[in-house]
């Protein structure tokens, strides 16, 4: 009895730092701070799905791509969510690992077909890779999207693909 008790004290602790660990990482990262949250990431010692997200998106941020995919692809066998692909993909098209970034936008625009974010990303692939007909396929599809909720982040997408569209006429 006393052996268990003592398990479970030392279980209830570690999980009481991991969350301590977790709540001030979230918020260095939120803070612009991604060296510090991915070093108090790397210390601790078990990581939640939803974490490993944001641990894998502040090695992107910060330039570690090849990390970011490690991590982000761990918490893909956990986690379906878009956000995750958009990221993932990010990651990979940096890497120039352009199938599977194409694959990882493919999949956040399936999650949710609405979203115009997935639909630029895969355009901004095609662009990156010289594809010109998909690049311009995928151009209008984006612009043609109507948008559900207002953002001025999705008039910016549909407003820089247009101006590559109209440089990129019949090419």
């Given at each position: 009895?006393?052996?268990?008790?003592?398990?479970?004290?030392i279980?209830?602790?570690?999980q009481?730092?991991?969350?301590?660990?977790?709540?001030?990482?979230?918020?260095?990262?939120q803070?612009?701070?991604?060296?510090e949250?991915?070093?108090?990431?790397?210390?601790?010692?078990?990581?939640?799905?939803?974490?490993?997200?944001v641990?894998?998106?502040?090695?992107?941020?910060?330039g570690?791509?090849r990390?970011?995919?490690?991590?982000?692809?761990?918490?893909?066998?956990?986690?379906?969510?878009?956000?995750?692909?958009?990221?993932?993909?990010i990651?990979?098209?940096?890497?120039?690992?352009?199938?599977?970034a194409?694959e990882n936008f493919k999949l956040?625009h399936?999650?949710i077909?609405?979203?115009?974010?997935?639909k630029?990303?895969?355009?901004k692939?095609?662009?990156?890779?010289?594809?010109v007909?998909?690049?311009?396929?995928q151009?209008?599809e984006?612009i043609?999207s109507p948008?559900?909720?207002?953002?001025?982040?999705?008039?910016?997408?549909?407003?820089e693909l247009?101006?590559?569209l109209?440089q990129n006429t019949?090419?």
């Amino acid at each position: 009895m006393i052996s268990l008790g003592l398990f479970l004290l030392i279980k209830n602790q570690e999980q009481d730092e991991n969350e301590k660990s977790s709540f001030k990482a979230e918020k260095l990262f939120q803070a612009g701070q991604y060296t510090e949250a991915i070093n108090i990431y790397r210390q601790m010692s078990n990581i939640s799905a939803s974490n490993l997200l944001v641990y894998g998106k502040a090695l992107a941020l910060n330039g570690e791509h090849r990390k970011a995919v490690a991590i982000l692809e761990r918490a893909k066998k956990q986690l379906s969510e878009p956000f995750l692909c958009n990221n993932l993909g990010i990651s990979y098209q940096a890497l120039k690992e352009y199938k599977r970034a194409e694959e990882n936008f493919k999949l956040s625009h399936q999650m949710i077909p609405n979203l115009i974010y997935p639909k630029y990303l895969l355009a901004k692939l095609y662009i990156e890779e010289g594809k010109v007909s998909k690049a311009r396929k995928q151009a209008i599809e984006v612009i043609n999207s109507p948008i559900k909720v207002y953002s001025e982040a999705a008039e910016e997408m549909k407003e820089e693909l247009r101006i590559y569209l109209s440089q990129n006429t019949g090419k």
